[in-house]
Every structure is written in C-alpha cells, then in structure tokens.
C-alpha cells in the first residue's frame, strides 16, 4: 500500500463530479468511498463512517494508505457516474445518507463498479441472499443435534428405521472407540440401558424388566457379593486370626511395660557416685575433730593455750558476792 501520489489525486480529482462533495455541494472534497470510487467533504465522510466499513469504507485522499485495486476503482469510479446511476434507479443526490447508501441502488452499484474494475460482467440484479443459520434447515439441526425429533411428514416406521439405524452407528462408534466392552451397565446383558423409541420389539412395559434390565439378575449378582464379603470377614476374624491377634498384643504390651519401668526406675534411682561426691568425702575424713578455733562454751581450750588440766569454777569455790556481782575466787 502507497500513498496516492500527486499525478493520481490529479486524476480522480478531474473525473466529472469530482469538484464538489458527491452528497452535497461542498467544493474541493478531500475524502473518498473506495466501495462507490465517489468524493466527499469531511462532514459527509462522519455520516460515511457511521454506515460501517460493510458499506462504506473510507479513506482520506492525501494522508491514507492504497492498493493497487483501490486507485482502480477511484479512476474508473465519479461522482457523476454514481449519482447518475442511482438517480436512474430513483434515489436522489441529496438523499439522507444512510438511507442513500443502504438502497438496493447503492448497493447494486458497488457490484457493478468492482466488475468494471475487474472487466467482468456487469450485474443488473442484487444476488439473493443466502440463508442464515437461523433458517428451518439450519435451526432443525443446530436444535436437535442428534436427530431425535421426528422430521416433517416422517412416518412412524420411518421414524424408527432412523432412529434405529442412528443408534446401531453410535454403537460402532463407541466400540471402535472403547472397544467390544461398550459402555454396558450392570445387568444390561450386554445391550444398552438407554435404547431408543422402538429399539427393542419385543419391550413390554408391563413386565417384570425394562429395556432389557433384568432385577433378578441384579438382586443375585448383590447377593453374590454379599456372601463373598461375608466369608472374608469370616477369614478375618477366625479363631486362629483372633489368638495371633491376642499373642500380638500380649508381647507388645510386655515390651512396654518393661520399657516404661525402667525409665522410671532410672529417673527415681540415685545418681552414681562422681568425683565431687569423692572429693567432699576425703575432705570430710581428714578433717580435725576439734577445731583450734573453739569458742566459748565449746567444751575445748586447747586452742586457746590453755590446759586442759587447768581447774573449773565449781559451786564450792564460788561465793556469791553482794551487789548481784561475781565473787572474787578464793586465795
């Protein structure tokens, strides 16, 4: 993509009509449609882009960008030539935009103006529309994807031929897919639980099964079961089982019980003998039994340089003297 050079604005700008905005009278118009190959002012090219780029797209003539494709549709294009066009087809210059764009004129006008631009014929009818997702066709399937709902003018036997058909290719899809397994249920012998609407002829609704589910079956293959636990808690709790069981716990308990005295015993026993207690026996066996340090009243005066020959106060030699005082001892 290029700018348009100044040779090309040159050309599109000659072309009949090009002068004035192609949707009023506005002179020197700088925007362009490349979807109509016309000219507008810049108050029309708001209304233009409003439209969206489905039916009008666009572009300024000396600051965008364009293709090859485009500056062919705005020299084969005009003012001129589309307004004359579409006033052919009964819609007026000054039409209101938005309903001057969105016309089966307009529209058909774009069509014809791209197959100038590629040298093909030019159409003279719009091309029907296509039918959108929400048509009958489209709606019947996007509602029931798995065809379970009866077609229009489908007949009873029609309907489970069909149904019966689509069950039979879900079922060799889900083989292919799981394997012969299937995907079978308890009880289901080896067909379906969830069989459709005349699937099986031979279901009667009054008896005793359903699809080909049958209860007694069931109710044996419980029973089985049960019985089959029953023996294993037998096996369990046999007299052999129970005596290995008590041996067990007996031993056990034994163990923990001579474990536990002799942490206690260790706790509450006293502590071996260390060289302090050591020591401070020594020390106390060398130690003097009196001590030359005796006080008074010590019953010892060895240690006071005194002889322990040295006589006694005794009451007979010890006068009681007046005044409350001690008496002199006598001569």
Known sequence: MVQMTIADQSIVKALPGNGVCSDCDVKNPQWASVTYGN????????AHRSLG???????????????????AQMKTGGNDKMNQYLKAKGVDKYTPIKSKYESDAAQLYKLVLKARVEGKPEPTVLPKPTPKSGGSAHAGKSRDPNGMERLPGETDQQYIARQTKLREEAKARMTAKFGGSGMGGVGSGGRSSMQGIGSDPSYNPNGS?????????????????????????????????IN?????S?????????GVNSVTSSITAPEQSDGLADLQRQV???????????????????????????PQPTASNVAPA??????????
């Not at 000219?39 to 708001?46: E, M, R």
């Not at 359903?210 to 044996?220: I, L, Q, T």
């Open 284 to 310: 106390a066996s060398q130690k003097p039994t009196q001590s030359k340090y005796g006080g008074f009243g010590s019953g010892s005066t060895t240690g006071l340089g005194v002889s322990s020959t040295m």
């Open 53 to 71: 780029v489905h039916i009008s797209f666009v572009r300024s003539v000396a600051m965008d960008s364009w293709t090859p494709q485009q500056l």
């Open 209 to 241: 099964s359903a699809g080909g589910f049958d209860m007694g079956s069931m109710v044996s293959g419980l029973g089985s079961v049960v019985g089959t636990a029953g023996a294993l808690a037998s096996s369990v709790v046999s007299d052999d089982n």
């Open 244 to 248: 290995a069981m008590k041996s067990t």
């Open 250 to 258: 007996a031993s056990f308990w034994g163990s923990l019980t001579t």
């Open 322 to 331: 007046s005044g409350g005082g001690v008496a002199d001892e006598a001569p």
């Open 39 to 46: 000219l507008f002012c810049l108050d029309c090219a708001g």
